[in-house]
């Protein structure tokens, strides 16, 4: 059972526009949810996260948004770059001992 | 500051072969994890550690084992390597359960 489900797996964005990314959970019982960003050849590096108590948080031109009816978070990047092109994965866990559960990714690029 | 460090980079392996990855971080993390990235799959949690001497089974445990003798390493080891363990392998460490530090990966193949 997946228990985070995310989209789109590829995208393809204009330099300059707004990228989406979409992840969906089951668990009500989570309440961490952290996106990582890799680089081909490079581990996952945590890029952002936030916690169920928000609707929102923005670091830079990247935001996540939380719909906890929904049981939904996306991740947007605005004024999308090059530099942004490399494969995102979200994630979910609860509080305590829980690892997190990785969605399957999504690889973005960004043409010019 | 190295961070993660991951050993070796790159290995080739005949099916039944034995190895071991070892893992290094320097930042005193309390959680250590070993995760597989296979294509379309994302990431799945092997094992993972909470502390020095101790050791969890994650989602995909068969045919892997763990030790985490001292704090700053990590040892992932592969008794009888399999062609389905082909992959790259990503350790991770952490303040909190939450993995704040991979590295790099090792990229192995099993013929």
């Known amino acids: 059972q997946q228990q985070v489900k995310q989209s789109p797996q590829s995208l393809i964005v204009q330099k300059g526009g707004i990228s989406i990314i979409n992840c969906a959970y089951e668990n009500t019982a989570f309440d961490y949810f952290p996106w990582y960003q890799q680089f081909p050849g490079k581990g996952p590096a945590l890029l952002i996260a936030i916690r169920p108590d928000v609707s929102e948080k923005k670091e830079g031109r990247f935001t996540i948004s939380f719909n906890k009816s929904a049981k939904q978070f996306s991740l947007h990047i605005m004024d999308s770059q090059p530099g942004d092109s490399a494969t995102y994965f979200c994630a979910a866990s609860t509080s305590g001992n829980t690892p997190l559960v990785f969605g399957k990714g999504t690889r973005l690029s960004v043409i010019a | 500051n190295a961070g993660v460090t991951q050993t070796p980079k790159f290995r080739v392996l005949k099916t039944g072969q034995s190895m071991t990855l070892l893992c290094a971080q320097d930042?005193?993390?309390?959680?250590m994890y070993w995760y597989r990235q296979d294509p379309g799959m994302g990431l799945r949690l092997i094992h993972y550690?909470?502390?020095?001497?101790?050791?969890a089974k994650g989602e995909v445990p068969d045919g892997y084992n763990v030790s985490r003798l001292k704090k700053q390493n990590f040892l992932l080891g592969l008794e009888s390597a399999a062609p389905s363990q082909t992959s790259v392998y990503f350790c991770a460490s952490g303040r909190q359960v939450q993995p704040q530090h991979f590295g790099d990966g090792t990229r192995l193949s099993i013929l």
């Open positions: 550690s909470v502390g020095e001497g101790t050791t």
């Open positions: 930042m005193n993390h309390e959680y």
